[in-house]
């Protein structure tokens, strides 16, 4: 069973910066393919980057350039580095490890709010 425990939400003025952090329980990197979530208020929940287990990224489109999916195979930690951040970038940020259907991990989440 992996544990994924996300950290470093809260709340920031439009153009700022933050960085979420989540902590894997195991070291599953090798395996997994790690992904940043959001889900705002009345939306469906999104993929905003993704990391595969050999180094890949990507990125949906409207966070490309201001986001970067990054691992620390020593900590077992998968980072979200944020910039530039916008108003519609305000949602609950989940962290999730996936190798197939059914051997998929969620974290609890943690809140992102971008206003002045």
């Known amino acids: 069973q992996v544990q994924l425990v996300e950290s470093g939400g809260g709340l920031v003025q439009p153009g700022g910066s933050l960085r979420l952090s989540c902590a894997a329980s195991?070291?599953?990197?090798?395996?997994?393919?790690m992904g940043w979530y959001r889900q705002a208020p009345g939306k469906q929940r999104e993929v905003v980057a993704a990391?595969?287990?050999?180094?890949?990224?990507n990125y949906v489109d409207s966070v490309e350039g201001r986001f970067t999916i990054s691992r620390d195979n020593a900590k077992n930690t998968v980072d979200l580095q944020m910039n530039s951040l916008k108003p519609e970038d305000t949602a609950v940020y989940y962290c999730?490890?996936?190798?197939?259907?059914?051997?998929?991990?969620w974290g609890q989440g943690t809140q992102v709010t971008v206003s002045s």
């Open positions: 990391l595969t287990s050999d180094g890949r990224t």
């Open positions: 999730k490890a996936f190798r197939r259907v059914g051997d998929e991990y």
């Open positions: 195991l070291n599953i990197f090798s395996i997994y393919v």
